[in-house]
């Protein structure tokens, strides 16, 4: 395994890592109130430089001026191919400067270099894509006798937009994207966990050449810059992703002003193995789905149900793999899981591996290796024999942590998929493609991937089910969010018109 480098080992790095502030109406400002937090290292713990505190003063200040880009620029009213010809422009530039956000994203998250650099390329693959469906996006007509009545594709207004520190990013560009390309505009109020990389997206949006107050950042804590954000009157739109306790807050505060909600929350994934499955394949997608991002990936398929056939080769196969999963500096090109992103969320994750010990058999990983004691690492971790009960089978754990229970048939093997809370992912593996379908249309999650990995295609819809989060994102799908649909009646000619008030 790979040393990890210290701080003062990347000063090629740190060398263009300045004090992050916020961005509004155009210009990056400090804090009115002055205040600022530190962003830590996760690799060493150690700091990397200051961001400023937003308050609500900066959400107000940010939100006043989304508003007036709204009502008085030129925004909403560009034309569909002029608003895409901005997208692509934002989209070249993240192109040119993938390797220096890939080595941000980094050094602010832990996140493995060579998947940050795939990261940063989808970045400016979600701004390329709503560029396309814009200039492509169709309405409605429908003629009935005398009128034709067409429907109209809106702008809604000012929308908040809060992403997680996971892949942070690609995340706020899967939400800008699709908000700049509706016409909307918008304050993005990233984790405080990770916030250097939406500073370099706000300098990409202004050297794009997007008018000042269309898109604006404001940085700060949940309680005292995302709640002002969630309830300001001047807001319509929030769009969230993160944990479903947050995001269940945040449903409540915004029905104060009847926000529209856009929810993408936690996930429990089952990865559903039977007997007849290709098993070299499904342990490399398993391997890959819950290791890949450190494990912080909310689709993760952190359950494994397999076949009782099976069962015990697998789960072998599986810690074997897991074992030699390279642990290390997320710098080296060889890592292929780096620190957990916050000292905090390091110690959640342990704990979740002691209880772990005592509801199942802790096949590989656990403890933290002696060489790496400065960082957030813990090592690809497997529990086997976890009873469906069990805490670690039913809560998210948001790490490289996978517990492994065994099932006889199929329809055990649903109602196991299904006995959680969550529904977001589920991966099912088998060589019988009428009872793969089967088994994936009876499980309860937004998203099905049967004998693969987590493959994405932009134009689906992309959202969970049951507590796993509130509507749909990606293709056409983000438009039923982001914008109004209007319709508009047209009378083609004289018609009938019932004569009140004449007397008669």
């Not at 034709?148 to 929308?159: D, E, M, S």
């Not at 819950?290 to 009782?308: D, K, M, P, Y």
């Amino acid at each position: 395994m790979s040393q990890t480098a210290t701080a003062s080992e990347r000063p090629r790095v740190k060398a263009r890592v300045r004090p992050v502030e916020h961005f509004i109406d155009g210009r990056f400002q400090p804090s009115q109130a002055g205040g600022a937090f530190e962003t830590i290292d996760p690799a060493t713990n150690e700091v990397i430089t200051t961001v400023a505190d937003g308050l609500e003063a900066d959400i107000d200040l940010a939100v006043r001026a989304a508003r007036q880009a709204f009502e008085e620029g030129p925004w909403p009213r560009l034309r569909a191919a002029e608003r895409a010809r901005y997208l692509r422009r934002i989209a070249e530039l993240i192109e040119a400067a993938d390797a220096e956000i890939a080595e941000v994203e980094t050094l602010d998250t832990g996140l493995p270099i060579t998947q940050a650099r795939g990261q940063a390329r989808r970045a400016a693959q979600n701004f390329h894509f709503f560029a396309a469906q814009i200039e492509t996006l169709s309405t409605a007509s429908y003629q009935t006798g005398d009128f034709l009545n067409y429907t109209l594709l809106k702008p809604v207004g000012v929308a908040g937009l809060i992403t997680p520190w996971n892949t942070p990013f690609m995340l706020e560009t899967w939400k800008v994207a699709p908000c700049l390309a509706a016409g909307d505009t918008c304050v993005l109020k990233p984790a405080e966990w990770s916030p250097l990389s939406a500073s370099r997206l706000a300098a990409i949006i202004a050297e794009a050449g997007i008018p000042d107050g269309v898109c604006n950042v404001v940085h700060g804590f949940g309680e005292t810059c995302g709640a002002p954000l969630v309830e300001h009157p001047g807001v319509q739109l929030i769009s969230f992703t993160g944990e479903t306790t947050t995001g269940s807050t945040i449903i409540a505060n915004g029905a104060k002003t009847l926000k529209r909600c856009s929810m993408e929350l936690g996930g429990k994934s089952p990865v559903v193995v039977f007997a007849d499955a290709d098993l070299e394949r499904a342990v490399d997608a398993a391997v890959f789905g819950v290791f890949s991002l450190n494990g912080e990936r909310c689709t993760a398929g952190t359950r494994l149900l397999i076949e009782e056939p099976i069962y015990d080769e697998f789960v072998e196969r599986t810690a074997q793999r897991a074992g030699q999963v390279r642990l290390g500096d997320p710098f080296d090109p060889k890592t292929e899981l780096g620190p957990l992103i916050h000292r905090d969320h390091y110690e959640r994750v342990k704990s979740y591996v002691e209880i772990g010990r005592q509801e199942g058999r802790l096949l590989a990983g656990g403890e933290r290796p002696q060489h790496l004691a400065q960082g957030n690492y813990l090592p690809a971790t497997l529990i086997a024999d976890v009873k469906p009960r069990a805490r670690v089978f039913q809560e998210e754990i948001f790490g490289p942590v996978v517990v492994a229970t065994p099932f006889n048939g199929e329809a055990e093997a649903v109602r196991l998929a299904n006995d959680v809370r969550y529904g977001l992912a589920a991966y099912v593996w088998t060589r019988d493609l009428q009872r793969g379908q089967r088994v994936a249309q009876a499980i309860d999650s937004g998203l099905v991937w049967l004998n693969s990995q987590n493959v994405r295609d932009l134009r689906t819809p992309f959202g969970g089910s049951k507590w796993s989060g509130i509507g749909r994102e990606g293709g056409t799908y983000s438009f039923e969010f982001y914008c109004d649909l209007q319709t508009v009646h047209v009378a083609l000619g004289e018609h009938s018109i019932p004569r009140f008030g004449t007397g008669g």
